[in-house]
Nanobody, 124 residues
Framework: DVQLVESGGGSVQAGGSLRLSCEVSGNTYGTYCMGWFRQAPAKEREGVATIHSAGHYTRYADSVKGRFTLSQDNAKKTVYLQMNSLKPEDTAVYSC??????????????????WGQGTQVTVS
């Protein structure tokens, strides 16, 4: 099975930065897509950013473009979400997810079968 563990959440003032990490362990094979999602109280879950494990595709929600940056360290099987210029509306529980994907996938139709436990990000 595959396990995802997030870390790096916390509280920060508006304009500050945080870096979230998502470490993948277990039986991973082939290529896959990793996504970060967030859910604020009384709101639907929102896709924040997606990256393909081969590194050729990255996508961001309009609400975070220019402020958030995805990166990955395949040797460590870890994906990072660098969040800069944070706003109060970024406050949410952030979760990472993984799903198998073909090498040429753009991750748009990926079925995310594996999820982390979530980490709280609070911006005041």
């Amino acid at each position: 099975d595959v396990q995802l563990v997030e870390s790096g959440g916390g509280s920060v003032q508006a304009g500050g930065s945080l870096r979230l990490s998502c470490e993948v362990s277990g039986n991973t094979y082939g290529t896959y897509c990793m996504g970060w999602f967030r859910q604020a109280p009384a709101k639907e879950r929102e896709g924040v950013a997606t990256i393909h494990s081969a590194g050729h595709y990255t996508r961001y929600a309009d609400s975070v473009k220019g402020r958030f940056t995805l990166s990955q360290d395949n040797a460590k099987k870890t994906v990072y979400l660098q969040m800069n210029s944070l706003k109060p509306e970024d406050t949410a529980v952030y979760s990472c997810a993984a799903g198998q994907a073909g090498f040429y996938s753009d991750c748009r139709t990926t079925q995310y079968n594996y999820w982390g436990q979530g980490t709280q990000v609070t911006v005041s």
